[in-house]
Structures are given as C-alpha cells and as structure tokens.
C-alpha cells in the first residue's frame, strides 16, 4: 500500500523494500517520527528484538518513503480494498459480519459480470492482532463452489493486494467470456442432435445452467 506523508502518523507499521531487494525480501518497522525538515522521509523503528510495543525506546533511522510501503491491517484494509476497486471503475456492495467467537470478517461483492465475484477479509478483532487474511474467489449463479480462488495473508509484506483484485477481476472477466463461448458450442451440439433426433445427454452432460 503506497504511502501519502500527509496521512502517515506515528506508530503505522510499514515495510522497508527498497528496489535493489528481491521480491522475498523486506524489513518490518513502525513510524517513530514524522520530521518537520523533510516531507521526502520519516525515521522508523526497525529492530527492537520484537518488543514492538516499547518501540518508541529504540533508535530510528531516516528513511527515504519511497522504500516504504504501508502494512495492510485491519485498521487500513477497507480502504485500501475500496481504493482498488474505485480505480479499476468497478462497482460493488459489502457484507460485515462481526462475531467476537469466529472472527469478524467483511464480504465485498463485485458487479462484473453474471458470475459472482466476491473478496472475503477476515480479521481478529483482538487488539494484539493486525493482520488480515484475505480470499478472492468467483462463483457461478447456480454452483456454491468456486471455480477461481487464491488466498493471501497481510502476514507476508510481499502479498500484494493490489495485484489479487486485479487478477480477480481479469479472471471473472476472462471466465464470463468463456462461459459465453461454451453456451454457442452448446446450443451447436443441441441443434446438431435435434436435427439427427439424437439424445444430446448420449454425448455430453451439462453441469451447468446457462
């Protein structure tokens, strides 16, 4: 999640990624202060042996904010998700469901084509737990299961939430337009079958409602 200064305020977590690491590679750290002299860096907390409760009791360092990039929690993933889908014109509704129990989770679902479209958040509403644990999947209006879905997880800094939703949204596009290829093919083969008075369910079994 890029970083807008203006916004930044002491105690946000972020990773340090400067473009000479590999895709693998980061370090965790929390804004320790935002300085007055600069709005190009900020000084960041990046080991104190876990303690990061107490970090304001270890050294910082200057860090450019162009190496940086915000950690998703669950203090920031709404809007992050939203922002997304705003900039890529699709429109979409929300579900909250908050149970102390299970977990509290948000279901956003996306208006892209006929199919359903849906980001799951699930998060732990804990104050010592931040992190959130996403799922992209589609699903056909007539079938419960999936047939597109991936996982990601905020623990990792190199998940990338931006790259998930675009890929879901190319996927629901890419599968709605096969779905449609296969429904002509169809109605060729019940055409074919009807003009030879041959029982289509001989050949072929349709699992699928079109």
């Given amino acids: 999640m890029s970083i807008n200064i203006a916004e930044l305020k002491v105690g946000d977590k972020v990773c340090y990624r400067p473009s000479h690491y590999s895709k693998n590679q980061w370090e965790n750290g929390i804004v320790k202060e935002i300085p007055n002299h600069t709005n190009t860096a900020v000084r960041v907390v990046y080991n104190?042996?876990?303690?990061?409760?107490?970090?304001?009791?270890?050294?910082?360092?200057?860090?450019?904010?162009?190496?940086?990039?915000?950690?998703?929690?669950?203090?920031?993933?709404?809007?992050?998700?939203?922002?997304?889908?705003?900039?890529n014109n699709i429109r979409y509704s929300s579900d909250e469901y908050l149970d102390d129990n299970i977990g509290n989770q948000i279901i956003y679902n996306l208006y892209i084509s006929s199919l359903e479209s849906h980001i799951q958040c699930k998060y732990n509403n804990e104050e010592k737990y931040d992190d959130v644990y996403f799922t992209?999947?589609?699903?056909?209006?007539?079938?419960?299961?999936?047939?597109?879905?991936?996982?990601?997880?905020?623990?990792?800094?190199?998940?990338?939430?931006?790259?998930?939703?675009?890929?879901?949204?190319?996927?629901?596009?890419?599968?709605?337009s096969a779905l449609s290829k296969i429904e002509k093919k169809i109605e060729q083969i019940e055409d074919i079958c009807k003009e030879y008075s041959l029982d289509i369910g001989d050949f072929i079994t349709i699992n699928y409602k079109f």
């Fill in 136 to 176: 992209f999947y589609i699903r056909t209006n007539e079938h419960y299961d999936a047939i597109y879905e991936t996982n990601g997880n905020t623990e990792y800094p190199f998940f990338e939430l931006e790259s998930e939703i675009e890929a879901l949204i190319k996927s629901t596009k890419n599968i709605s």
């Fill in 48 to 87: 104190c042996a876990g303690d990061w409760d107490n970090f304001m009791n270890y050294t910082s360092q200057l860090t450019n904010i162009k190496d940086l990039t915000l950690k998703i929690t669950k203090h920031n993933f709404k809007q992050a998700v939203e922002d997304c889908l705003k900039l």
